[in-house]
T-cell receptor, first 113, second 115 residues
Framework: DTAVSQTPKYLVTQMGNDKSIKCEQN?????MYWYKQDSKKFLKIMFS???????INETVPNRFSPKSPDKAHLNLHINSLELGDSAVYFC????????????FGPGTRLTVL | GENVEQHPSTLSVQEGDSAVIKCTYS??????FPWYKQELGKGPQLIID?????GEKKDQRIAVTLNKTAKHFSLHITETQPEDSAVYFC??????????????FGTGTQLKVEL
């Protein structure tokens, strides 16, 4: 009965590789998010989708490309991985896009070697 | 955009004592203020939130107070227990034109409850 799930939980890869992280929510929410948490625990939004439409796109390198095949799924693809991409990536969802409670997934720890 | 400041960055208390974490925000239009708890190896989980039409909200040992004039809000945990040890984040919405709102998070407070 997991609400927001992410795969994989851990991802270790070499610089220059391309990788994807998948997220699914079974809460029936319309809005989904990707956050990046750095080594100092700072949590910053990257993208948000509402009903499959991109509504928030922060200043993120274009090596990061989110995709939402339907409103229950939001995937994150990263091209040409760099050392600085190492972080924990969290997916979240909310009923709608306007100051609703956000429910976070368990996170994906990405390590770029 | 919204700017959220959170203090202290670390807080150590004895079991049974109270803990207070404070946040300030910059956008006077912000109207929703959640607090999240993040345990080691897990995602942030909402523990309490407050909307701008009230000044205080309480849920068992946890309370949040809001001062809209001063643009600050605080988390109060009473009778702390070891399981309260975690990182706590405050947040405030950045109300965007033409799209959704996004949450701007504080920098987090590492709370340690010692036996």
């Amino acid at each position: 009965d997991t609400a927001v799930s992410q795969t994989p939980k851990y991802l270790v890869t070499q610089m220059g590789n391309d990788k994807s992280i998948k997220c699914e929510q079974n809460l029936g929410h319309d809005t989904m998010y990707w956050y990046k948490q750095d080594s100092k625990k700072f949590l910053k939004i990257m993208f948000s989708y509402n009903n499959k439409e991109l509504i928030i796109n922060e200043t993120v390198p274009n090596r990061f490309s989110p995709k939402s095949p339907d409103k229950a799924h939001l995937n994150l693809h990263i091209n040409s991985l760099e050392l600085g991409d190492s972080a924990v990536y969290f997916c979240a969802s909310s009923p709608g896009p306007h100051t609703d409670t956000q429910y976070f997934g368990p996170g994906t720890r990405l390590t770029v070697l | 955009g919204e700017n959220v400041e959170q203090h202290p960055s670390t807080l150590s208390v004895q079991e049974g004592d109270s803990a207070v974490i404070k946040c300030t925000y910059s956008d006077s239009a912000s109207n929703y203020f959640p607090w999240y708890k993040q345990e080691l190896g897990k995602g942030p989980q909402l523990i309490i939130d407050i909307r701008s039409n009230v000044g205080e909200k309480k849920d068992q040992r946890i309370a949040v107070t809001l001062n809209k004039t001063a643009k600050h809000f605080s988390l109060h945990i009473t009778e702390t227990q070891p399981e309260d040890s975690a990182v706590y984040f405050c947040a405030a919405p950045d109300i965007l034109t033409g799209g959704g709102n996004k949450l701007t998070f504080g920098t987090g407070t590492q709370l340690k409850v010692e036996l």
